[in-house]
């Protein structure tokens, strides 16, 4: 009630259903099988074919009481096993469980603030994408002006190493990064736009997936041949289709809300 009175906000309430792992059958479990949880996948009559079917089944019927129970709060809900011992993890759906709550949060910075306190990769990931679709914009709205094309290229980057966690955090400056990389000043049409993106895909090579220098650079020749060649003799209408289809593939695979809506005209 304090959050919607200070900020006229209501936050979504999401139901974590936990311990899925123990839902019997019980030894039926791995945290590395997709299991099809979906509420719609299957008939509660039909039969099972065997023990792993079996604990689908009896998965989704726990979720649909939980849900029962829960119905005047919410329908928004996360099934999760969240065992995390010295010796033993089988943790399970927690990726989805921290996406739906970045998804959830309706202030911008805090979502990025809660990405960067989280430890899963895909999340991170998925802001980092963002950001680099950001600074893509950005430089495409700037043209040919280098001193400002460098500053949103170097703020970029320090915008990725800010939500990766320390253990694949490199002691390397930003400047040092972009000089192994090769980053060199452009005025070459639409090199810029090209150029950012590939920063922003070895910046998350490096920084959030923790790969070797070589690997990101390897990372930042590949992205910006690929873009050059997609921007070259285009229009600016088309470097704006570019980048909104860059957006909606970037949605579609971390399951994020898109920067760009259809029928935006900003």
């Given at each position: 009630?304090?959050?919607n009175e200070?900020?006229?906000?209501?936050?979504?309430?999401?139901?974590?259903?936990?311990?899925?792992d123990l839902v019997d059958p019980a030894r039926e479990w791995n945290k590395n099988t997709l299991y099809d949880l979906s509420l719609e996948s299957r008939d509660d009559s039909s039969k099972p074919g065997n023990a792993r079917e079996q604990k689908e089944i009896n998965i989704i019927k726990c979720i649909k009481a939980r849900l029962e129970d829960y119905r005047e709060l919410t329908n928004i809900y996360v099934s999760v096993s969240a065992c995390w011992q010295?010796?033993?993890?089988?943790?399970?759906?927690?990726?989805?469980l921290e996406l739906q709550i970045y998804n959830s949060i309706p202030d911008d910075a805090a979502k990025y603030g809660f990405g960067g306190v989280t430890a899963g990769k895909p999340l991170k990931q998925a802001i980092a994408s963002k950001f680099k679709l950001t600074a893509a914009w950005f430089t495409l709205g700037v043209g040919w002006v280098p001193r400002v094309t460098k500053f949103i290229?170097?703020?970029?980057?320090?915008m990725i190493t800010k939500i990766a966690t320390p253990d694949q955090y490199q002691n390397i400056t930003i400047e040092e990064f972009l000089e192994q990389l090769g980053v060199r000043p452009t005025q070459?049409?639409?090199?810029?736009?090209?150029?950012?993106?590939a920063i922003g895909e070895a910046a998350i090579s490096y920084f959030i997936e923790g790969k070797s220098l070589e690997e990101a650079?390897?990372?930042?020749?590949?992205?910006?041949?690929h873009r050059k060649t997609e921007l070259q003799d285009v229009e600016c209408e088309d470097v704006i289709k570019i980048l909104q289809e860059i957006d909606r593939e970037i949605s579609a695979r971390y399951g994020i809300p898109p920067l760009y809506k259809d029928g935006d005209s900003n």
């Open positions: 009630m304090g959050h200070t900020h006229n906000t209501e936050l979504p309430i999401i139901l974590v259903i936990n311990q899925i010295e010796y033993e993890d089988t943790r399970y759906n927690i990726d989805q290229q170097n703020l970029l980057v320090k070459i049409k639409f090199s810029n736009v090209a150029m950012t993106l650079r390897r990372a930042f020749v590949q992205e910006e041949e």
